[in-house]
């Protein structure tokens, strides 16, 4: 009897345990009428106060996305997805009356931050990052503004950015993800509340990293966010995105747009760490991560970096690809996808080559643990114009139990006979002698699997900038928590 | 304001086969064939097994049945793989007994048509024909199996062994003026410890459609080296599926070389559904002038301890285009599977295009697979070093190119059988390099 509460209250423990950053807060929110129609899209775009013609963008996408069917390729199973149970709109109250610092920001959402680990303040200070964070939809804090407009960077909420340069944003919003891409862009074009605006001007060094941190909070909001960065000739910015968000039951959509430009020169390096919530062991809640990433290198000689490190959501629908127009650019793709219990991923990247000479680079590491599913999809694209373009592919799988699976579904269509294509791929598990060795010099089996699996994936995580690296390391770890023994 | 319904099931207007005296069995078989055939239509690039090999231009065509049998043709030995070996014929997917010659074939080595085996004892054809096809996705080997009729139907006994391999020709020949289509089928069932060695070879004149299909048992312990050669004519569409079925211990050695045909396609499935299997599954393709070839393989790992390996080579030339799809299919139970799979192409010309789709989907943690594709041109150091010993740049490239596909060739366990395949491509690429210097 006795020992039977025992285990009754470990099991608690362990569950409790499982999500370390699971917790609502409760904000008072002003939202939008639940459900999707044309009213709502009217909604959002009268409460963000903008200009006619993105109403008609919105609208335009929202008729289109009627039109579309769900994309239907990817290796991923869930139940259809009910649009007219969810909120599209959801701000904190205090919208109206911005906080002008942090003092006059609401104290539940700086506990908030505090519970995560993210202290805004400390990061301010500490890392020197200028944080757009994301509170639910809504930026509620920018930092280092002044610091950032000094060189001439604009770094904003889009919405803001709407406000302030419509030229920009019109002349490039939509242009490298059209809304009629595929289903979940359109959408985003339809209803998207916020996200990140950033354009760096020519010859320009982004001074610091910029960084967003993206909450999901209110319950029943999917979140839709829409990022641009455009960068200049000759300029340089690493940006940083990065989720957590709180533990329920009701699975939530989030269907992101980013959009990134390069013009002669320039260089844009995208890192993400993804830890939003996955389900609880049986799958149960857990986040629909359906995001489309995509970069132009209009430019001669430009560059574009993806580097991702995927631990949560529930699925993961997610292909950032590079568009390599400019002679000479460059783009890369740096992965690593943890999957554990029942989370599934199908995440990969495109690579298409139009100019001269352009390079590209696909890492992804992929780890599947418990009764997970993880897919790697990835095209590689040589057009007929890309003459001497070179391409290597590498993807590697761990299997960890063998309940899980791990596909890799690369397609790579050359016409160029002077470009250069190479494809690897490889799967394996983790050797019993590897664990053997690590056992015996006193690990324990997780911090052994967290060992072996962080050397996994080394190629990826230092190519991130540092902050990250310290905090993904540490994410790998927590998510392969319960795979083995 | 009637629509030609017919236009989306080409090849399918005539009724199927029939003899009064057929099987209940063969007429529901052909029956259940046509009506997947018709309910799935022919592939287009929407369906993803058909996504880099288009055949509009196919069902534009005009294809006749065969009616009546070819009566003068004769098998075109020059375009044939120069091996010591038994011979069955088909020519237009009708077995010909005369063109045959199966003299001293070893005891346990049944060699015949299948329409002479339907007619003798179709009890014997019943747990075997037609049920190892697998039909998801594969509307054109249910159209074969809809006008089933006639064919190869080798069986080979327990412990046999045949000491020369069986060389299978499939001869294309369109009468008069209209295109052909005609519908080739092999039946092998390689009994449990028999070791055999079969070279099929596909060849032919004038335009027509070898829509091929073929089911290969392969018993516990047997080895089966299989070769298939495809050099159709230059107006010919061919495609063809093959599924095979290993047992406990099984060797298949499988090898494609392809440069025939205007559009040639052939899928190969295998079932590895046994312990300690090896499967080898190779192949070489040349690809010219307008040509669409396409590779597709699928090895589905059912049971533990098994090992495959692939490795597909491809030079292509002109405005060409090939196309290889490669998946490897681990299942829950295939522990301790050892999968490899490689792809190469060499693109010589502005025009020319490669798709590569190499694939793995694995449930099994305690594997080892690993995929490989490349598509590059002739590597530069290699050239020069050639150039560099006074050899003219003509004589250079071809070397290498030569090199590149005997690579691929060299998988081909049986000996007699890799040197007539090794010669063949030597010749294939003697004649294009006379049609280059005759443009």
């Known amino acids: ?485 | 304001m009637t629509r030609n319904v017919t236009k989306l099931h080409p090849f399918a207007d005539s009724a199927p086969a029939s003899r009064s005296d057929d099987p209940t069995w063969l007429s529901a078989l052909r029956q259940d064939g046509l009506r997947r055939y018709r309910d799935a239509g022919l592939p287009t690039p929407r369906t993803e097994a058909w996504k880099y090999t288009n055949l509009r231009r196919l069902s534009r065509m005009l294809f006749q049945p065969v009616g009546s049998s070819v009566e003068d043709v004769s098998v075109p030995e020059d375009r044939l793989p120069k091996l010591d070996a038994y011979r069955a014929v088909l020519v237009n997917g009708r077995y010909r007994a005369d063109l045959s010659r199966l003299d001293g074939m070893p005891k346990g080595v049944h060699v015949s048509g299948i329409a002479d085996v339907l007619r003798a004892s179709p009890a014997k054809l019943e747990p075997l024909l037609g049920r190892l096809a697998v039909h998801e996705g594969k509307p054109l080997a249910d159209l074969n199996t809809a006008y089933l009729d006639d064919g190869f139907c080798v069986f080979i006994d327990d412990g046999a062994v045949l000491d020369k391999p069986l060389h299978l020709v499939s001869i294309g020949a369109s009468s008069g003026t209209d295109p052909v289509c005609f519908y080739p089928r092999l039946l092998v069932s390689a009994g449990a410890d028999c070791i055999a060695t079969i070279v099929e070879s596909h060849v032919g004149d004038g335009a027509y459609f070898s829509n091929g299909a073929a089911e290969i048992w392969v018993g516990a312990g047997a080895v089966l080296n299989h070769c298939k050669v495809q050099v159709e004519g230059a107006e010919a569409y061919h495609i063809a599926d093959t599924a095979i079925h290993l047992s406990d211990r099984a060797v298949y050695d499988g090898f494609v070389f392809q440069s025939g045909g205007l559009l040639a396609r052939n899928e190969v499935y295998a079932s590895l559904d046994g312990e300690k299997i090896e499967c080898r599954i190779s192949g070489a393709y040349l690809a010219t002038g307008k040509q669409h070839i396409d590779n597709t393989t699928f090895i589905d790992h059912v049971k533990p301890d098994c090992k495959s390996r692939e490795v597909f080579k491809g030079v292509l030339d002109g405005t060409s285009r090939a196309v290889f799809q490669g998946k490897i299919l681990v299942r829950k139970d295939a522990q301790k599977t050892d999968g490899f799979q490689l792809n190469k192409a060499l693109l010589l010309s502005t025009g020319a295009e490669m798709d590569s789709k190499p694939e793995l989907e694995i449930y099994a943690d305690d594997v080892k697979c690993s995929h490989g594709a490349t598509v590059g041109e002739l590597d530069a150091d290699a050239l020069f070093y050639l150039r560099a010993r006074g050899i003219d740049l003509e004589t250079a490239r071809n070397l290498l190119v030569a090199a590149f596909v005997d690579d691929a060739v060299g998988e081909i366990q049986n000996a007699a059988v890799r040197e007539a395949v090794s010669e063949m491509v030597q010749a294939q690429f003697a004649m294009r390099n006379e049609d280059e210097i005759d443009e």
């Open chain 1, 1 to 485: 009897m006795a020992a039977t509460t025992e285990t009754v209250e470990q099991v608690q423990t362990l569950a409790n345990d499982g999500y370390k950053h699971g917790f609502v807060t409760d904000i008072e929110m002003e939202t939008a009428p639940k459900g999707l129609s044309e009213d709502t899209v009217r909604f959002i775009s009268a409460k963000k106060n903008e200009p006619e013609w993105l109403l008609e963008w919105r609208l335009t996408a929202y008729r289109h996305w009627l039109t579309m069917p769900e994309p239907q390729w990817a290796k991923v199973k869930f139940d259809p997805i009910d649009y007219q149970d969810s909120y599209y709109y959801a701000a904190p109250k205090s919208d109206d009356d911005r906080p002008k610092s942090l003092d006059e920001i609401d104290p539940k959402l700086l506990e908030t931050y505090k519970k995560l680990g993210i202290p805004l303040l400390e990061q301010e200070l500490l890392a020197g990052v200028a944080v757009d964070a994301v509170f639910d939809s809504v930026s509620v804090a920018t930092t280092y503004k002044k610091k950032l407009e000094e060189v001439g960077v604009i770094f904003c909420p889009i919405s803001e950015a709407i406000q302030t340069h419509p030229e920009l944003v019109r002349q490039y919003m939509g242009s490298i993800v059209p809304y009629g891409d595929n289903k979940h862009a359109a959408l985003n074009s339809a209803v998207f509340t916020d996200g990140s605006f950033v354009y760096i001007p020519k010859g320009v060094r982004c001074p610091m990293e910029l960084s967003t941190y993206f909450r999901i909070n209110a319950e029943n909001t999917g979140q839709f966010e829409r990022t641009l960065i455009i960068a200049d000739e000759g300029s340089y910015v690493s940006y940083l995105e990065g989720c957590t968000a709180p533990q329920r039951d009701e699975h939530q959509l989030h269907a992101a747009v980013v959009e990134l430009i390069t013009m002669d020169d320039a260089e844009i390096k995208y890192s993400t760490v993804q830890n939003w919530y996955p389900g609880d062991e049986e799958g149960r809640g857990g986040i629909y991560n359906f995001v489309t990433k995509r970069g132009l290198c209009r430019g001669r000689n430009s560059k574009i970096a993806w580097t991702q490190v995927e631990t949560g959501s529930a699925i993961t629908w997610k292909y950032p690809s590079c568009v390599l127009e400019g002679d000479g650019s460059i783009g890369e793709f740096y992965s690593v996808a943890i999957t554990n219990n029942m989370q599934q991923a199908d995440t990969g990247t495109k690579m298409i080559h139009i100019g001269k000479n352009t390079r590209s680079t696909i890492v992804s590491k992929g780890i599947s643990a418990g009764r997970a599913d993880q897919t790697y999809r990835g095209l590689v694209k040589i057009l007929a114009s890309a003459e001497g373009a070179q391409n290597h592919t590498q993807c590697d799988s761990l299997l960890i139990g063998d309940q899980c699976g791990a596909h890799t579904v690369p397609y790579i269509e050359c016409a160029n006979p002077t470009a250069s294509v190479a494809h690897e791929a490889t799967t394996a598990k983790i050797s019993d002698e590897q664990l053997f060795y690590c056992l015996q010099r006193g690990l324990s089996e997780e911090e052994a699997v967290s060992l072996i699996v962080n050397g996994f994936c080394k190629e990826v995580m230092k190519t991130l900038p540092m902050e990250f690296a310290v905090e993904a390391q540490k994410l790998i770890g927590i998510s392969l928590e319960g795979s083995v023994g």
